[in-house]
Nanobody, 119 residues
């Protein structure tokens, strides 16, 4: 079955760094675009980073731009989100999403990992 499992979320101090991982299985990872979403408490879920299936294209939200880097390892079927200079507003649940690069119905979500930025 399809599985997306996020990990790496934890308590971190403002200004700190964190690396989130999303391990996947059950689908052809190399033909799926991958994204990271952030949902702050009481807020809408927002895409913060995107990487194309071939890894050639990346985009970031304004809030994460210059502080975040998304990457993927097709051999490991995993996607990563490296964050630095973390801020209080970065607190929330981070979700990994897979979307087929041609078939829109083929979209999968992970269960999320909690990140708490606090002093």
């Amino acid at each position: 079955q399809v599985r997306l499992v996020e990990s790496g979320g934890t308590l971190v101090q403002p200004g700190g760094s964190l690396r989130l991982s999303c391990a996947t299985s059950g689908f052809t990872f190399s033909v799926y675009d991958m994204s990271w979403y952030h949902q702050a408490p009481g807020k809408e879920r927002e895409m913060v980073a995107f990487i194309s299936s071939d890894g050639a294209s990346t985009t970031y939200s304004d809030s994460m731009k210059n502080r975040t880097s998304i990457s993927r390892d097709n051999s490991k079927k995993a996607v990563y989100l490296q964050m630095r200079n973390l801020k209080f507003e970065d607190t929330g649940v981070y979700y990994c999403k897979a979307a087929h690069n041609r078939v829109g119905l083929l979209t999968y979500w992970g269960q999320g990992t909690q990140v708490t930025v606090s002093s």
